[in-house]
């Protein structure tokens, strides 16, 4: 299954024709507002023990700086920060406008100098060779528009021992909790969503982009090709999220 180095994946865009990076950043500054709930709402408030699962995982290492991808609205840079107190957590994200809530939210909490947010592309990230002890993606990496590629630049900015870690949604093998997911997904979630958000094409995009994810070893074999060692996966909660982490 999608043993095409994130080709397919690469492929499904929110809004039809046109470059991948510019769609997504469209997608995202206009389902802003509306991000946190529908991220509740879809995985019925379980995405924040998916977070905790992936912050154990780093605990070990004890990280200093962490880069956290795809940053979104910053609820995981703020987990981050609570759980493992790090000197400091960047976050870097394409919309301005998942920026923007993210700001909003680390302002709240009084954490401006522990958390800072830049706008950028994964594509070429702006940060310098072996910068950070960790680097984090929740549920982003099937938003790249070339997987390898985002992996490898992660990969350059983490110094050598440091982790990767990636929470990333999937499909369940069991076709008994398979029918139910895509009823959920299929049908459901897009519903909500368009009434929620008023984009239509953000929640079909959803579980187009999950099911087309490289899942499993074939994600695995992408962050070794970026040059990353120790891969490795485990799925949750029947299967619809999985974490991944390599060592540089």
């Known amino acids: 299954m999608n043993g095409d180095n994130g080709t ?47 912050v154990k995982r780093l605990k070990r290492l004890h990280p200093t700086r962490l880069l956290d991808v795809a940053t979104g609205t910053g609820d995981f840079a703020i987990q981050l920060h609570r759980s493992l107190q790090p000197q400091h957590i960047t976050g870097i994200d394409l919309s301005q406008g998942m920026l923007d809530e993210a700001k909003r939210k680390v302002k709240e909490k009084g954490l401006e100098k522990d958390i800072s947010f830049e706008q950028g592309d994964c594509m070429a990230l702006p940060m310098q060779d072996e910068a950070f002890d960790a680097v984090t993606v929740a549920f982003g990496v099937r ?79 992408l962050m070794r090709e970026a040059g990353l060692r120790d891969a490795t996966f485990k799925r949750l909660t029947l299967g619809v999220c999985t974490i991944y982490s390599a060592i540089k």
């Open 8 to 54: 397919q994946v690469e492929q499904v865009k929110p809004y039809g024709e046109g470059a991948k990076t510019e769609q997504v950043r469209q997608m995202f500054d206009s389902i802003a507002p509306a991000y946190d709930f529908m991220n509740r709402a879809m995985t019925m408030g379980i995405d924040i023990w998916w977070r905790k699962l992936a």
């Open 143 to 221: 938003n790249f528009e070339h997987l390898l590629q985002g992996y490898r630049e992660m990969a350059r900015v983490l110094k050598p021992g440091g982790m990767l870690c990636v929470l990333e949604l999937s499909t369940p093998t069991n076709p008994i909790i398979r029918w139910f997911y895509d009823l959920y997904t299929l049908h459901i979630i897009p519903a909500i969503g368009t009434i929620k958000s008023g984009d239509k094409s953000a929640y079909r995009y959803l579980p187009q982009s999950i099911a087309a994810v490289p899942q499993g070893d074939n994600m695995l074999q």
